[in-house]
């Protein structure tokens, strides 16, 4: 993984645990942020839905295993960059689409959904 990568992963998981991530659409940075359609694939979940508590957790525990992010450059806003992590869930289900983006001391929800369902 590239030094670039692993930086990210490191601002990512200090400002999760420090601040209170959020989620909040506008014109500029809209967001698809549907964690409570998403299917909790963790073992003691027995295949409950992820509620907002839930699916900052789950994205705490991806980033501090390791998982693969992939850094893209957003449309809206213009210039910004987004920390994508595509996530299997099992031979029967779509992946778990996560997009994050920094902001100033924080971490901001731009996308959490299947991966199926495109947005524009």
């Not at 590239?2 to 601040?19: A, Y």
């Not at 099992?90 to 994050?100: A, C, D, M, Q």
Request: hydrophobic residues 30%; proline residues 8%.
């Amino acid at each position: 993984m590239s030094n670039e990568i692993e930086k990210v992963r490191g601002i990512l998981l200090t400002l999760i645990r420090r601040h209170r991530p959020h989620v909040k659409w506008t014109r500029k940075a809209p967001t698809v942020w549907q964690p409570t359609t998403v299917i909790d694939p963790r073992p003691n979940q027995f295949h409950r839905n992820f509620t907002e508590l839930t699916c900052w957790e789950y994205i705490e525990e991806l980033l501090a295993s390791g998982h693969e992010i992939e850094i893209v450059n957003m449309r809206k806003p213009p210039g910004s960059k987004g920390y994508v992590m595509k996530v299997e869930q099992g031979p029967n289900n779509p992946k778990l689409y996560i997009k994050l983006q920094i902001g100033q001391k924080e971490v901001i929800g731009r996308s959490f959904h299947y991966d199926r369902i495109r947005y524009r």
